[in-house]
C-alpha cells in the first residue's frame, strides 16, 4: 500500500525567498511521486513527476524535487517565491504507471509581499 | 490540446435526490478515475476504470455507482444524496496498462452542493 505525509498544512515564505514543502512516502514497490498544484476553486494541475531515472525533477513555473530513496522523501522547492505561487500543493505516489494517485493532507502555501 | 471534460460544473440538490456526473477522457485515454475532495481536504480516490471495466475501487459509498461506456466516457451516478456529498468531483484520464507514463491529467471538476 502507498501512502503520503506532508509535513506542515501551512507554510509562508517572503516573496523572493526560498519555497521548501516537505513530503514524505511510504510504498511497498518502487514509487511513482507527483507534485500537483490546487489554485482556489480550480483543478488539479501537475507540476512533476518521478518515474525511474535522474532523482532530480524539474517542473513547471521554476518547480524541482528530488526523490531519495534512502529518506523516502520527495520534498518540493523553489528558489524564489512569487505572489502567484499561493496556492495548494499535493504531494501524491502511485504505485505504477495505471495504478491510482493517493494524494498527501496538502500544504497551503502563503507568500508575503 | 484536449483536456478533460467534466459536466456539469456546478450542481445543486436537495437530500435524497440523485445526481449523474460525467466525464469526457483525453482522446486515446482508456483509463478514467474519480475523486472526491471535500472542502479543505485532500482528494479521496473513488472508482476507476480501464478498458470499460472496474479496475480498482477505493472509498465509494454503495449509494454512489459509475460505469465507463464504449466511447471511454464515464457516469457517477449519485443516489440518496446527503449533506456529506456535498464536495469537488474530479475525474482524471491515464493511458492505461501498457502505455502510461503514470500521469493523471485531471478535468477542472464538478462542484456538487447537496441542500
Known sequence: AQSVTQLGSHVSVSEGALVLL???YSSSVPPYLFWYVQYPNQGLQLLLKYTTGATLVKGINGFEAEFKKSETSFHLTKP???MSDAAEYFCAVSASSYDKV???PGTSLSVIP | AAGVIQSPRHLIKEKRETATL????IPRHDTVYWYQQGPGQDPQFLISFYEKMQSD???IPD????????DYHSE???????????????C???????GGTGELFFGEGSRLTVL
Open chain 1, 22 to 24: 516537505r513530503c514524505n
Open chain 1, 80 to 82: 524564489s517565491a512569487h
Open chain 1, 102 to 104: 493517493i494524494f498527501g
Open chain 2, 22 to 25: 460525467k466525464c469526457y477522457p
Open chain 2, 57 to 59: 475501487k477505493g472509498s
Open chain 2, 63 to 70: 449509494r454512489f455507482s459509475a460505469q465507463q461506456f464504449s
Open chain 2, 76 to 90: 457517477l451516478n449519485m443516489s440518496s444524496l446527503e449533506l456529506g456529498d456535498s464536495a469537488l468531483y474530479f
Open chain 2, 92 to 98: 482524471a484520464s491515464s493511458l492505461g496498462q501498457g
